[in-house]
Structure formats: C-alpha cells, structure tokens
C-alpha cells in the first residue's frame, strides 16, 4: 500500500499555493555559507520561516544556532548564499545595490546584538533618532515631532538630550528601539535586545518592543536567550543548526472558573520535503535511531523503532 492510498488520501489539498503567499517574511530553504580560508561554516541549511503582519516572533537557539546570521539575512545588512528570502515585496535574493539601501532606511529596522553598536556616542538621544529621517529628508517639524513621540512611547523622553554614556543599559537599548523605528519600518528586528540586562530594565525593553507592535503596529522579530521573555510571545520559533526546528504557540484562555490562562503547545516544524526533526528525548525514550518505521493512521502518523523485523 502506498502511503497516499490510506485514509488521509480524500483530504489531499488542491493546487499548491507559492509557500508563504500571504505571510509578511517569507525565509524558503535559506542557505547562508561563511568561508574564511579553506573553511566553510553552514550557518543556515535550508532554513525555513514565515511571519505574518503584526506578529510578535521570539527566535531561540543555542549559540552558534544561526539566529544572528538570520536577522542580518531580513535586515538586508548580509546576503543569503542560496534559497529564497522576501520581506513585503522585497526580493532580498535580487536587490539591487540601490534597492538594498532603501530596503534598510524604510523597510526595516534593526537592533543589533551590542547596544553600544546601535548609538553614536557623541549625539544626543533626539539626534540620533533624528539622524535616519534626516537621511530619508524628512522634514524638519515631521522629524522634531516623531522624535518626541517615539521617545515618548517607550518612556526614555526624558533623555533626549542626553549622550549615550549618560543613560542607562536599558535607556540606551529604548532608544536604539526608537532610532530603528524612525522611518516607520514595517517590521523591527531585534538581536537578544535584553542579552546584556538584568531582569527588571529587560521588562522595560521588552515593553518597548510590545509597544511598536501593539500601538505602531509593527511586525516584530526578535532573538532572545531569555525564557522569561520568549515566554510572553505568542509565538516562539526554535532554530537549531541553521533550521526552524520547532515552535510554541501561546493563546490566553478563560477557563470555567473565569480565571486567564496561557495555553502553550509546541510543534515540531516540518519543511516542505516532510522532514521533521524528532527531539532528542523521544529518540532517547524509544531508542530511535537511523531507521524507523512510519504508519500512516486515520488522524496520526506514528513513528515506531526498527525491530529489525
Ligand atoms: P547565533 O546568533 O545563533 O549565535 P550566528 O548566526 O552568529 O549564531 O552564527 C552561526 C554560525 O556562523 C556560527 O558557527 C558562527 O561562528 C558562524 N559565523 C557567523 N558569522 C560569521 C562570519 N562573518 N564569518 C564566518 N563565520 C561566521
Ligand atoms: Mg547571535
């Protein structure tokens, strides 16, 4: 019996859709090579992803997993080796060098990795927000009145005139927040924005990120180490070795007794050739190895050890 002559064969869908035609970002069998020397590194093997307008994505993975070199992917700062990458309707494959640089002073907005990276130490809070529109030849009144309103929002206006060495760890990081969203990106990229901060200032940047999504509508996402951070996304998109591996989804229920609860169930991604990555501790619990058996059944696939039978 050929696996497509079961039960599920009356529910095969119709014709194929291009993956991820209605998703915002769209990451199809990504593949970025470094060489350095004789040696390559595979920091992304095919890796597959989509966000859709006005979602708040928490990216997690170990070091080395590939994340960062994901976001500089969609923030048009690093090309992709091979594979497919589109953020709107830019094609971040076949921009031209002219593309790209718009593509990054309107398109998206990026935080990077080391807060100090994000600022100029020798400018002001409001001119580096500023500095972006200036470029973009916002204005003036338009640029003085976002400035205000953007430092405003994630509560850093009382250091508009101050110089990054006289801020705060989270202050700075807020105001790299507003810097990237100067030109109304429609997505914000944020490299582990709480790495370098303890918990209390990583809530207030974290709001300043729920802030941009929630009330600028921005999509956001965002690379965190943090399991209290990743833990209050609805979606947290789990990368190892260079792919999507799993993801969990979180939804706030009521329940009977009219108490909030957050539900989180997770999911094993798989790409579009069908594979799947089986967690380590289900392999280790039925000794799963190279090869196993798969049964298709009416509401499930089973996958069960090779007996050798
Ligand atoms: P993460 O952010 O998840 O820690 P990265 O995306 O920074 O991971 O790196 C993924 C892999 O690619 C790592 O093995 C890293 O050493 C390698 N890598 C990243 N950037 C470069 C680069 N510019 N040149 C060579 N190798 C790199
Ligand atoms: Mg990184």
């Excluded at 953020?87 to 593309?99: F, P």
């Excluded at 430092?151 to 850093?156: H, I, N, R």
């Excluded at 709480?194 to 918990?199: C, I, M, S």
């Excluded at 974290?206 to 180490?225: D, E, I, K, W």
Aim: include cysteine.
């Amino acid at each position: 019996m050929s696996l497509l002559d079961g039960p599920l064969s009356a529910r095969r869908a119709g014709p194929e859709q291009e993956f991820g035609h209605d998703a915002l970002i769209v990451c199809d069998n990504l593949v970025r090579i470094y060489q350095t020397g004789s040696i390559e590194v595979q920091a992304l093997q095919g890796l597959d992803l989509l966000v859709h307008e006005g979602e708040m994505v928490a990216i997690i993975g170990a070091s080395g997993s590939g994340k960062s070199t994901l976001l500089s992917l969609l923030a048009g700062t690093d090309a992709p080796t091979a594979g497919r990458a589109r953020v709107a309707s830019w094609d971040l494959m076949s921009m031209s060098r002219r593309e790209r640089v718009h593509y990054r002073r309107h398109a998206v907005g990026l935080v990077r990795q080391q807060t100090a990276r994000n600022l100029v130490p020798y400018l002001s809070a409001a001119q580096m927000v500023d500095l972006p529109m200036t470029l973009a030849g916002v204005p003036r009144r338009e640029r003085r009145s976002r400035t205000g309103e953007l430092l405003e929002s994630v509560g850093v206006a009382h250091c508009a005139r101050r110089r990054p060495a006289q801020m705060s760890g989270g202050e700075q990081m807020r105001v790299a927040i507003c810097v990237a969203l100067a030109n109304r990106p429609r997505v914000l990229l944020a490299d582990e924005p709480t790495g370098e901060l303890d918990t209390e200032t990583s809530g207030e940047v974290f709001g300043a990120l729920r802030t941009a999504n929630s009330q600028l509508g921005v999509t956001v996402v965002m690379v965190t180490h943090d399991p209290d951070v990743s833990g209050q996304v609805e979606r947290t998109v789990a990368i190892r070795a260079g792919r999507t591996s799993s993801e969990v989804l979180r939804r706030s229920t009521t329940g009977a007794d009219g108490e909030h609860r957050v539900v989180a169930e997770e999911y094993a991604i798989m790409d579009r050739a069908g594979r799947v990555q089986v967690p380590k501790d289900y392999r280790e619990a039925l000794a799963l190895t190279r090869r196993v058996r798969l049964a298709l059944e009416t509401d499930q696939v089973a996958i069960r050890p090779d007996t050798g039978a």
